[in-house]
């Protein structure tokens, strides 16, 4: 080698300790730009939230993810394999590479932030140890086991309004509009007959109750007044 080359590999060599490759993004910059996307996406293999599980996904043709059932025909039927170019352009805006697909995101502007959050879609799981295993995307929680006053044993209907009964004894009105009825079939739902109350918004007068599968609600519900 001549000096040159070495005096060339050294300034390289102390240049990529402070940027990560030329041209490319910085995947730990990228775990935190995936912040935008986490609330919709688990990079957890199979994990499918709002969006499909994104473990994977660079390599991959759109709309082929195992196991996630709500594809738009837009996405289905488009001939896109993503990789950084077409992740480049999806982000910017998803309208305008895949019209009419179901993914609400505005898309993100900055060419960099998009950059970094490709190098960390190319390999989340090196990232997430440099963040401190912070893998960004919320996990449903379980509903199996809950305590008793997260479980509910009965559900009453009268006017404009829902008496809950709950494991603990304690009947709880709520008004018609602050209740929601969900399913959560997966493993992580609550037991078959044994739906769980989850309680939100300002002192707890909103709730939502998760049901094993939709044909309990009609069960529980008995509309009668006292
Ligand atoms: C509000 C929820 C939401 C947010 C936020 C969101 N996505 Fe999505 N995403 C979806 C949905 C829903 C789909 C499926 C769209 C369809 O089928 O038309 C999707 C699809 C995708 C796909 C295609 C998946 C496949 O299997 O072909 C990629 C890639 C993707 N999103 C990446 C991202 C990234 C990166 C971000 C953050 C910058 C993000 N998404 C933010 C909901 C979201």
């Given at each position: ?30 775990a935190k730009v995936f912040g935008a996307c986490a609330a919709c996406h688990s990079l ?151 739906p769980a109350i989850l309680r939100a918004g300002m002192g707890g007068d909103r709730a ?5 599968s939709p044909e309990e609600i009609n069960q529980f519900i008995k509309r009668r007044c006292?």
């Amino acid at each position: 080698m001549t000096l040159e080359k070495i005096h060339y590999a050294a300034l390289m060599a102390a240049l990529s300790a402070v940027t990560p490759a030329f041209g490319a993004g910085d995947a730990a910059r990228g775990a935190k730009v995936f912040g935008a996307c986490a609330a919709c996406h688990s990079l957890r293999a199979g994990e499918h939230l709002t969006g499909p599980s994104l473990a994977g996904m660079v390599g991959r043709r759109a709309g082929t993810t195992d196991g996630f059932v709500r594809y738009s025909e837009a996405l289905r039927k488009a001939d896109v394999t993503w990789d950084e170019k077409s992740l480049d352009v999806w982000i910017a805006n998803p309208q305008k590479l895949i019209p009419d697909n179901l993914m609400t995101f505005r898309g993100i502007r900055d060419a960099g932030q998009r950059a970094d959050l490709i190098a960390f879609l190319k390999n989340p799981g090196a990232s997430a140890e440099a963040s401190g295993g912070m893998m960004g995307a919320p996990r449903l929680e379980s509903l199996r086991g809950l305590e008793p006053q997260a479980r509910v044993t009965a559900i009453r209907y009268c006017q404009d309004s829902y008496f809950v009964t709950l494991a603990s004894g304690r009947t709880i009105p709520f008004w018609e509009f602050n209740l929601r009825f969900k399913t959560n079939g997966t493993a992580d739902g609550p037991a078959p007959s044994k739906p769980a109350i989850l309680r939100a918004g300002m002192g707890g007068d909103r709730a939502s109750i998760v049901f094993a599968s939709p044909e309990e609600i009609n069960q529980f519900i008995k509309r009668r007044c006292e």
